[in-house]
Protein backbone atom coordinates (compact mmCIF):
# COMPACT_ATOMS: atom_id res chain seq x y z
CA UNK A 1 0.00 0.00 0.00
CA UNK A 2 1.58 3.16 -1.24
CA UNK A 3 1.65 6.31 1.47
CA UNK A 4 0.08 9.24 0.68
CA UNK A 5 1.79 12.38 2.04
CA UNK A 6 0.50 16.25 1.96
CA UNK A 7 3.47 18.86 2.00
CA UNK A 8 1.27 21.96 3.02
CA UNK A 9 2.67 23.87 6.03
CA UNK A 10 0.04 23.17 8.66
CA UNK A 11 -2.13 26.14 10.04
CA UNK A 12 -1.24 27.47 13.32
CA UNK A 13 2.61 26.89 12.03
CA UNK A 14 4.78 29.56 11.02
CA UNK A 15 6.00 29.45 7.47
CA UNK A 16 9.46 31.15 8.54
CA UNK A 17 10.12 28.06 10.83
CA UNK A 18 9.07 25.43 9.04
CA UNK A 19 11.85 23.38 9.61
CA UNK A 20 11.99 19.84 10.76
CA UNK A 21 12.76 18.59 13.86
CA UNK A 22 12.19 15.32 13.41
CA UNK A 23 12.97 13.83 10.33
CA UNK A 24 12.00 10.22 9.55
CA UNK A 25 12.99 8.56 6.12
CA UNK A 26 12.51 4.78 4.98
CA UNK A 27 11.99 3.70 8.16
CA UNK A 28 11.38 0.03 9.15
CA UNK A 29 10.99 -1.89 12.39
CA UNK A 30 10.48 -5.97 11.92
CA UNK A 31 10.40 -8.69 14.54
CA UNK A 32 11.61 -11.81 14.29
CA UNK A 33 14.61 -13.68 12.87
CA UNK A 34 16.72 -12.38 10.33
CA UNK A 35 14.71 -9.44 10.57
CA UNK A 36 16.83 -7.13 8.35
CA UNK A 37 16.54 -9.47 5.12
CA UNK A 38 13.04 -8.06 5.33
CA UNK A 39 13.65 -4.20 4.08
CA UNK A 40 16.47 -5.16 2.28
CA UNK A 41 14.56 -7.82 -0.36
CA UNK A 42 12.01 -5.95 -2.38
CA UNK A 43 10.04 -9.43 -2.80
CA UNK A 44 9.61 -9.57 1.05
CA UNK A 45 9.05 -5.93 1.78
CA UNK A 46 6.29 -5.91 -0.80
CA UNK A 47 4.12 -9.08 0.97
CA UNK A 48 1.03 -8.31 3.17
CA UNK A 49 1.61 -8.90 6.98
CA UNK A 50 0.03 -12.75 6.89
CA UNK A 51 2.19 -13.19 4.16
CA UNK A 52 5.18 -12.35 5.24
CA UNK A 53 4.59 -14.02 8.82
CA UNK A 54 4.04 -17.24 6.83
CA UNK A 55 7.25 -16.86 4.90
CA UNK A 56 9.15 -15.33 7.01
CA UNK A 57 7.95 -16.06 10.73
CA UNK A 58 8.54 -11.87 10.70
CA UNK A 59 6.04 -8.64 11.87
CA UNK A 60 6.71 -5.96 10.13
CA UNK A 61 5.72 -3.45 12.95
CA UNK A 62 6.49 -0.40 10.91
CA UNK A 63 6.83 -0.60 7.02
CA UNK A 64 8.66 1.98 5.31
CA UNK A 65 7.49 5.51 6.98
CA UNK A 66 8.54 8.42 5.86
CA UNK A 67 7.72 12.14 7.46
CA UNK A 68 8.73 15.38 8.59
CA UNK A 69 7.64 16.48 12.21
CA UNK A 70 8.23 20.34 11.78
CA UNK A 71 8.83 22.95 14.51
CA UNK A 72 6.29 23.85 17.04
CA UNK A 73 3.24 21.74 15.01
CA UNK A 74 1.34 18.72 16.77
CA UNK A 75 1.93 16.02 14.91
CA UNK A 76 -0.67 13.40 15.46
CA UNK A 77 -0.12 9.55 14.33
CA UNK A 78 -3.32 7.16 14.71
CA UNK A 79 -4.55 4.20 13.78
CA UNK A 80 -6.37 1.05 15.38
CA UNK A 81 -4.66 -1.43 17.75
CA UNK A 82 -1.59 -3.13 16.05
CA UNK A 83 -1.22 -0.53 13.29
CA UNK A 84 2.41 0.12 14.57
CA UNK A 85 1.73 3.72 15.97
CA UNK A 86 3.28 3.29 19.63
CA UNK A 87 6.11 1.25 18.04
CA UNK A 88 7.12 4.44 15.12
CA UNK A 89 6.81 6.93 18.30
CA UNK A 90 9.51 4.45 20.60
CA UNK A 91 11.64 3.77 17.30
CA UNK A 92 11.96 8.26 17.06
CA UNK A 93 14.27 8.09 20.66
CA UNK A 94 15.20 4.70 19.78
CA UNK A 95 13.20 3.03 23.13
CA UNK A 96 12.66 0.34 20.46
CA UNK A 97 15.67 -0.28 18.21
CA UNK A 98 14.76 0.48 14.17
CA UNK A 99 15.61 -2.41 11.66
CA UNK A 100 16.60 0.21 9.07
CA UNK A 101 16.03 3.57 7.43
CA UNK A 102 16.77 7.19 9.20
CA UNK A 103 15.83 9.13 12.27
CA UNK A 104 16.75 12.88 12.50
CA UNK A 105 16.60 15.68 15.07
CA UNK A 106 18.13 18.69 14.18
CA UNK A 107 20.16 17.72 11.56
CA UNK A 108 21.56 14.96 13.90
CA UNK A 109 21.49 11.13 13.12
CA UNK A 110 19.38 9.81 16.02
CA UNK A 111 20.85 5.54 15.04
CA UNK A 112 24.33 7.15 15.34
CA UNK A 113 23.93 8.32 18.65
CA UNK A 114 26.14 7.04 21.27
CA UNK A 115 24.95 5.53 24.61
CA UNK A 116 25.58 9.15 25.82
CA UNK A 117 24.01 11.08 23.53
CA UNK A 118 21.29 8.74 23.59
CA UNK A 119 20.99 9.38 26.92
CA UNK A 120 20.97 13.12 26.31
CA UNK A 121 18.16 12.87 23.66
CA UNK A 122 15.90 11.55 26.33
CA UNK A 123 16.55 13.14 29.39
CA UNK A 124 16.84 17.19 27.54
CA UNK A 125 15.40 16.99 24.26
CA UNK A 126 12.51 14.81 23.58
CA UNK A 127 10.49 13.81 26.65
CA UNK A 128 7.98 10.91 26.80
CA UNK A 129 4.44 10.91 28.48
CA UNK A 130 2.91 7.53 28.89
CA UNK A 131 -0.37 6.23 29.19
CA UNK A 132 0.52 4.56 32.60
CA UNK A 133 2.20 7.72 34.27
CA UNK A 134 5.18 5.93 35.92
CA UNK A 135 5.17 8.09 39.20
CA UNK A 136 7.34 7.08 42.33
CA UNK A 137 4.48 6.75 45.02
CA UNK A 138 6.66 7.34 47.92
CA UNK A 139 7.64 10.38 46.42
CA UNK A 140 5.58 14.10 46.33
CA UNK A 141 3.77 15.52 43.49
CA UNK A 142 6.79 17.98 43.65
CA UNK A 143 9.68 15.73 44.13
CA UNK A 144 8.34 13.93 41.22
CA UNK A 145 8.14 16.74 38.56
CA UNK A 146 11.56 17.64 39.54
CA UNK A 147 13.07 14.40 38.97
CA UNK A 148 14.01 14.79 35.56
CA UNK A 149 16.20 17.72 36.78
CA UNK A 150 17.48 15.22 39.48
CA UNK A 151 18.60 12.77 37.12
CA UNK A 152 20.00 15.94 35.16
CA UNK A 153 22.09 16.74 38.18
CA UNK A 154 20.22 20.31 39.09
CA UNK A 155 20.68 21.19 42.65
CA UNK A 156 17.68 20.63 44.88
CA UNK A 157 16.52 24.48 45.54
CA UNK A 158 16.38 25.08 41.69
CA UNK A 159 14.76 22.18 40.71
CA UNK A 160 12.36 22.25 43.41
CA UNK A 161 11.87 25.65 42.25
CA UNK A 162 11.65 25.20 38.40
CA UNK A 163 9.32 22.35 39.61
CA UNK A 164 7.15 24.18 41.69
CA UNK A 165 6.54 26.66 38.47
CA UNK A 166 5.82 23.72 35.94
CA UNK A 167 3.42 22.11 38.95
CA UNK A 168 1.00 25.62 38.67
CA UNK A 169 1.48 25.74 34.99
CA UNK A 170 -0.59 22.38 34.61
CA UNK A 171 -3.28 22.89 37.57
CA UNK A 172 -1.82 21.49 40.58
CA UNK A 173 -1.14 24.39 42.55
CA UNK A 174 -1.54 23.35 46.16
CA UNK A 175 -1.30 19.83 45.64
CA UNK A 176 2.79 19.46 45.60
CA UNK A 177 2.82 17.86 49.23
CA UNK A 178 0.55 15.04 47.84
CA UNK A 179 1.77 11.57 46.59
CA UNK A 180 0.16 9.79 43.62
CA UNK A 181 -1.88 7.58 45.63
CA UNK A 182 -3.67 10.85 47.08
CA UNK A 183 -4.27 11.83 43.25
CA UNK A 184 -7.28 11.35 40.79
CA UNK A 185 -6.05 9.64 37.11
CA UNK A 186 -6.26 13.25 35.70
CA UNK A 187 -4.19 14.71 38.23
CA UNK A 188 -1.56 12.00 38.21
CA UNK A 189 -1.71 12.09 34.35
CA UNK A 190 -1.18 16.08 35.43
CA UNK A 191 1.94 14.94 36.99
CA UNK A 192 3.39 12.84 34.45
CA UNK A 193 2.79 15.74 32.05
CA UNK A 194 4.51 18.29 34.47
CA UNK A 195 7.70 16.42 34.68
CA UNK A 196 7.69 15.61 31.00
CA UNK A 197 7.61 20.03 30.52
CA UNK A 198 10.08 20.25 33.53
CA UNK A 199 13.21 19.33 31.65
CA UNK A 200 12.04 21.52 29.18
CA UNK A 201 12.33 20.02 25.98
CA UNK A 202 12.10 20.90 22.54
CA UNK A 203 9.51 17.55 21.88
CA UNK A 204 6.67 16.40 23.63
CA UNK A 205 6.15 12.47 22.70
CA UNK A 206 2.58 11.46 23.84
CA UNK A 207 1.73 8.11 23.50
CA UNK A 208 -1.78 7.65 23.81
CA UNK A 209 -1.58 9.43 27.43
CA UNK A 210 -4.92 9.94 28.07
CA UNK A 211 -7.13 6.49 26.92
CA UNK A 212 -7.26 5.20 30.26
CA UNK A 213 -8.97 8.46 31.41
CA UNK A 214 -12.68 8.51 32.22
CA UNK A 215 -14.48 10.81 29.09
CA UNK A 216 -14.99 14.23 30.75
CA UNK A 217 -11.01 14.01 32.19
CA UNK A 218 -9.81 12.79 29.16
CA UNK A 219 -11.02 16.21 27.47
CA UNK A 220 -10.00 18.16 30.24
CA UNK A 221 -6.29 16.73 29.73
CA UNK A 222 -6.75 17.66 25.92
CA UNK A 223 -7.55 21.01 26.57
CA UNK A 224 -4.50 21.07 28.96
CA UNK A 225 -2.45 20.24 25.82
CA UNK A 226 -4.29 22.87 23.74
CA UNK A 227 -3.34 25.55 26.39
CA UNK A 228 0.04 24.74 26.84
CA UNK A 229 0.65 24.36 22.76
CA UNK A 230 -0.92 27.67 22.63
CA UNK A 231 0.94 29.26 25.32
CA UNK A 232 4.60 27.68 24.28
CA UNK A 233 4.28 26.65 20.68
CA UNK A 234 6.06 23.43 21.76
CA UNK A 235 6.49 20.70 18.94
CA UNK A 236 4.15 17.67 20.25
CA UNK A 237 4.20 14.10 18.99
CA UNK A 238 0.89 12.83 19.80
CA UNK A 239 -0.04 9.11 19.63
CA UNK A 240 -3.64 8.05 19.95
CA UNK A 241 -6.42 5.23 18.57
CA UNK A 242 -8.92 8.17 18.67
CA UNK A 243 -10.11 9.99 15.93
CA UNK A 244 -12.01 12.53 17.88
CA UNK A 245 -9.23 13.42 19.91
CA UNK A 246 -6.62 13.43 16.81
CA UNK A 247 -8.90 15.79 14.66
CA UNK A 248 -9.40 18.07 18.15
CA UNK A 249 -5.61 17.98 18.73
CA UNK A 250 -3.57 17.75 15.54
CA UNK A 251 -2.14 20.28 13.17
CA UNK A 252 -1.54 17.13 10.53
CA UNK A 253 -2.21 13.87 11.17
CA UNK A 254 -1.15 10.48 10.01
CA UNK A 255 -3.26 7.58 9.58
CA UNK A 256 -1.34 3.78 10.00
CA UNK A 257 -2.81 1.02 8.70
CA UNK A 258 -0.80 -2.60 9.41
CA UNK A 259 2.32 -0.63 9.67
CA UNK A 260 2.24 2.18 6.99
CA UNK A 261 1.28 5.56 6.69
CA UNK A 262 -2.03 5.24 4.74
CA UNK A 263 -2.23 9.59 4.71
CA UNK A 264 -0.76 12.36 5.97
CA UNK A 265 -2.41 15.46 6.14
CA UNK A 266 -4.05 17.68 8.24
CA UNK A 267 -7.69 17.32 9.48
CA UNK A 268 -9.92 18.71 6.79
CA UNK A 269 -7.46 17.03 4.43
CA UNK A 270 -8.34 13.59 5.59
CA UNK A 271 -12.17 14.46 6.35
CA UNK A 272 -12.59 16.06 3.25
CA UNK A 273 -10.28 13.87 0.94
CA UNK A 274 -9.92 10.38 1.90
CA UNK A 275 -7.10 9.03 0.13
CA UNK A 276 -8.87 5.43 -0.17
CA UNK A 277 -12.10 3.63 0.89
CA UNK A 278 -9.97 2.35 4.07
CA UNK A 279 -9.77 6.18 4.83
CA UNK A 280 -13.29 7.04 3.99
CA UNK A 281 -14.73 4.19 5.99
CA UNK A 282 -12.33 5.56 8.88
CA UNK A 283 -13.69 9.54 8.87
CA UNK A 284 -17.36 8.19 7.55
CA UNK A 285 -18.99 9.37 10.85
CA UNK A 286 -16.99 12.64 11.10
CA UNK A 287 -19.58 15.51 11.24
CA UNK A 288 -17.89 17.48 8.35
CA UNK A 289 -19.26 20.90 9.59
CA UNK A 290 -17.47 20.73 12.29
CA UNK A 291 -14.12 19.95 10.93
CA UNK A 292 -13.83 21.61 7.50
CA UNK A 293 -13.80 25.01 7.23
CA UNK A 294 -15.30 28.28 4.91
CA UNK A 295 -12.16 27.63 2.31
CA UNK A 296 -13.69 24.25 1.16
CA UNK A 297 -16.87 26.00 0.19
CA UNK A 298 -15.85 29.65 -0.79
CA UNK A 299 -16.96 30.52 -4.16
CA UNK A 300 -16.03 34.18 -6.43
CA UNK A 301 -17.52 37.08 -4.87
CA UNK A 302 -19.78 38.62 -7.68
CA UNK A 303 -20.67 41.86 -7.85
CA UNK A 304 -21.70 43.87 -4.47
CA UNK A 305 -20.47 40.90 -2.07
CA UNK A 306 -16.85 41.57 -1.77
CA UNK A 307 -18.01 45.18 0.57
CA UNK A 308 -20.27 45.20 3.42
CA UNK A 309 -22.92 42.59 5.33
CA UNK A 310 -21.46 39.99 7.51
CA UNK A 311 -17.55 38.51 7.48
CA UNK A 312 -15.63 35.39 8.54
CA UNK A 313 -12.72 34.94 8.82
CA UNK A 314 -10.73 31.45 6.84
CA UNK A 315 -10.57 29.02 9.72
CA UNK A 316 -13.95 29.15 10.05
CA UNK A 317 -15.93 25.96 10.80
CA UNK A 318 -18.96 24.90 8.12
CA UNK A 319 -21.04 25.11 11.03
CA UNK A 320 -20.17 28.19 12.10
CA UNK A 321 -20.67 29.63 9.01
CA UNK A 322 -23.85 28.11 8.24
CA UNK A 323 -25.33 30.23 11.34
CA UNK A 324 -23.58 33.27 10.36
CA UNK A 325 -25.56 32.73 7.11
CA UNK A 326 -29.17 31.39 8.56
CA UNK A 327 -28.47 34.95 10.86
CA UNK A 328 -27.68 37.14 7.91
CA UNK A 329 -30.34 35.59 5.02
CA UNK A 330 -27.53 36.42 2.63
CA UNK A 331 -23.68 35.47 1.64
CA UNK A 332 -21.13 35.85 3.78
CA UNK A 333 -17.56 37.10 2.73
CA UNK A 334 -14.35 35.68 3.82
CA UNK A 335 -12.11 38.07 5.09
CA UNK A 336 -7.99 37.59 5.65
CA UNK A 337 -6.51 40.91 7.04
CA UNK A 338 -9.03 42.99 5.18
CA UNK A 339 -8.86 41.42 2.24
CA UNK A 340 -12.29 39.64 1.00
CA UNK A 341 -10.93 36.09 -0.25
CA UNK A 342 -14.44 34.82 -1.76
CA UNK A 343 -17.84 34.03 0.15
CA UNK A 344 -19.92 31.09 1.22
CA UNK A 345 -23.39 31.09 0.64
CA UNK A 346 -26.33 28.47 1.66
CA UNK A 347 -25.89 26.08 -1.27
CA UNK A 348 -21.96 26.13 -1.21
CA UNK A 349 -21.69 25.12 2.57
CA UNK A 350 -24.70 22.81 2.50
CA UNK A 351 -23.07 20.88 0.13
CA UNK A 352 -20.06 20.82 2.03
CA UNK A 353 -21.92 19.26 4.79
CA UNK A 354 -23.39 16.48 1.93
CA UNK A 355 -20.08 16.06 1.02
CA UNK A 356 -20.11 17.01 -2.62
CA UNK A 357 -17.93 19.90 -2.57
CA UNK A 358 -14.39 19.62 -4.40
CA UNK A 359 -11.42 18.33 -2.96
CA UNK A 360 -9.38 20.29 -0.38
CA UNK A 361 -6.34 22.18 -2.07
CA UNK A 362 -3.92 24.55 -0.80
CA UNK A 363 -3.26 25.13 3.00
CA UNK A 364 -6.10 25.43 5.15
CA UNK A 365 -7.56 26.48 8.44
CA UNK A 366 -9.11 24.18 10.31
CA UNK A 367 -11.03 23.72 14.53
CA UNK A 368 -8.50 22.42 15.88
CA UNK A 369 -7.69 23.69 19.46
CA UNK A 370 -10.50 25.09 19.46
CA UNK A 371 -12.47 27.30 17.49
CA UNK A 372 -9.87 29.38 15.47
CA UNK A 373 -12.07 31.05 13.30
CA UNK A 374 -14.17 34.11 14.27
CA UNK A 375 -17.77 35.58 13.09
CA UNK A 376 -18.13 39.23 12.47
CA UNK A 377 -21.61 40.54 12.08
Not at 80 to 102: H, M, N, Q, W, Y
Not at 110 to 125: F, G, S, W, Y
Request: proline share 6%; with cysteine.
Amino acid sequence: MMSTTTELTPPGVDKAADTAVFSVEGLWKVFGPKAERVPADPELAALAPTELRERTGCTAAVRDVSFDVRKGEVFVVMGLSGSGKSTLVRCLTRLIEPTSGAVVIDGEDVLAMDKTRLRELRRNRASMVFQHFGLLPHRTVLDNVAYGLEIQGVGRSERRERAAQVVKKVGLEGMEQRRPGQLSGGQQQRVGLARALAVDPEVLLFDEPFSALDPLIRRDMQEEVIRLHRDEGRTMVFITHDLNEALRLGDRIALMRDGEIVQLGTPEEIVGSPANDYVRDFVRDVPRADVMSVRSAMRPAEAGEATGGASVTPGTTVSEAIEAVVRTGAPVRVMDDGRCLGVVDHERLLGVVAGVSGPVSGPVSGPRKGNTGEVVA
